[in-house]
C-alpha cells in the first residue's frame, strides 16, 4: 500500500492521472492494481485515488493558510467547484466550513 501512495503522491496534482500510470509505474496490468486496491481497501481504484486527495486537503486545509482554490489545483482537482463538491460529499461538510473549523481550534 505504501507504495501505492508515494505514487500518487507523486502525481498528486494530476487531474488526468489514473489506474493507467499507476499500474505502469507499478509494474503491474490494470487488473492486477484494480484487484490489488479493492482487496486492501474495499474501493475501487478511482475512488481510492480522489478520497487518498481528499484525505490530504484535509492536512492542507488545517496546516496551510492556502485557499480553497490553492488546494483544490495542487491536488489535481479541475476545479475549486468540483473540489468543494468531492469534499462535501466525502466530509458532509464544505472545505471552507472544515478550514475554518480547524482554524478555530
Request: hydrophobic share 30%; net charge neutral; with cysteine.
Amino acid at each position: 500500500m505504501l507504495r501505492i501512495q508515494q505514487v500518487v503522491d507523486k502525481h498528486i496534482d494530476r487531474s488526468d492521472f489514473g489506474v493507467e500510470e499507476l499500474s505502469q509505474e507499478l509494474y503491474m496490468s490494470r487488473t492486477q492494481v484494480h484487484r490489488k486496491i479493492k482487496a486492501l481497501t474495499g474501493l475501487s481504484t478511482s475512488i481510492y485515488v480522489r478520497n487518498y486527495k481528499l484525505s490530504k486537503s484535509m492536512t492542507m486545509l488545517r496546516d496551510s493558510d492556502k485557499s480553497v482554490s490553492e488546494v483544490a489545483y495542487e491536488l489535481g482537482f479541475s476545479s475549486p467547484a468540483y473540489f468543494s463538491k468531492c469534499f462535501s460529499d466525502w466530509s458532509g461538510k464544505s472545505p471552507s466550513t472544515v478550514q475554518k473549523e480547524l482554524a478555530d481550534e
